[in-house]
T-cell receptor, first 114, second 114 residues
Framework: DTGVSQDPRHKITKRGQNVTFRCDPISEHNRLYWYRQTLGQGPEFLTYFQNEAQLEKSRLLSDRFSAERPKGSFSTLEIQRTEQGDSAMYLC????????????FGQGTRLTVV | QKEVEQDPGPLSVPEGAIVSLNCTYSNSAFQYFMWYRQYSRKGPELLMYTYSSGNKEDGRFTAQVDKSSKYISLFIRDSQPSDSATYLCAMSRVDSGGYQKVTFGTGTKLQVIP
């Protein structure tokens, strides 16, 4: 499978616990995005990498959220001290940096905080 | 006011009907326009991608962009039950940092009834 891969697909955690999600982009794509999607809403931008550099973070990304992309390959999104409001689908997308912004999404990680 | 407005539906049509999905936007800086299809509990899948005003056709799908009216449409001809999904419009512009930033609509839920 040469598409964007996300792991895990589902995560249930207790409030206050830390969780980490992984995204493996399409191999030649140097841009990587994280989005959050709640029920009935479109994806909301969280953060964006160009290779290993994190170029932009949304105001939605509180101090409890951290994202990394070591070596410009896979990326991780960590949420510390999870809250019930963090329950959502976390989507990763990747694209090339040249040309337009045609982005391809993974299947997402669905987080439920209980 | 949101930058991108999209009627959430749901939209219910009989099989074989022509479907029209629409989005309006307020920021004239948007340059690239995209339509994604999202099945339940899956990541968005890119359907159509356009840059300029006018029409772009791909099989049963036609994307239309009217920059003067800040209005984009997706038409689906001969709709099939397998087209039942949520359709997200998305558009991108260069942000203050010089990078393309994508903004999504909230999505329109479509149901095609056999």
């Amino acid at each position: 499978d040469t598409g964007v891969s996300q792991d895990p697909r589902h995560k249930i955690t207790k409030r206050g616990q830390n969780v980490t999600f992984r995204c493996d982009p399409i191999s030649e794509h140097n841009r990587l995005y994280w989005y959050r999607q709640t029920l009935g809403q479109g994806p909301e931008f969280l953060t964006y990498f160009q290779n290993e550099a994190q170029l932009e973070k949304s105001r939605l990304l509180s101090d409890r959220f951290s994202a990394e992309r070591p070596k410009g390959s896979f990326s991780t999104l960590e949420i510390q001290r999870t809250e019930q409001g963090d329950s959502a689908m976390y989507l990763c997308a990747s694209s090339l940096s040249t040309g337009g912004t045609e982005a391809f999404f993974g299947q997402g990680t669905r987080l439920t905080v209980v | 006011q949101k930058e991108v407005e999209q009627d959430p539906g749901p939209l219910s049509v009989p099989e074989g009907a022509i479907v029209s999905l629409n989005c309006t936007y307020s920021n004239s800086a948007f340059q690239y326009f995209m339509w994604y299809r999202q099945y339940s509990r899956k990541g968005p899948e890119l359907l159509m991608y356009t840059y300029s005003s006018g029409n772009k056709e791909d099989g049963r799908f036609t994307a239309q962009v009217d920059k003067s009216s800040k209005y984009i449409s997706l038409f689906i001809r001969d709709s099939q039950p397998s087209d039942s999904a949520t359709y997200l419009c998305a558009m991108s512009r260069v942000d203050s940092g010089g990078y393309q930033k994508v903004t999504f609509g909230t999505g329109t839920k479509l149901q095609v009834i056999p």
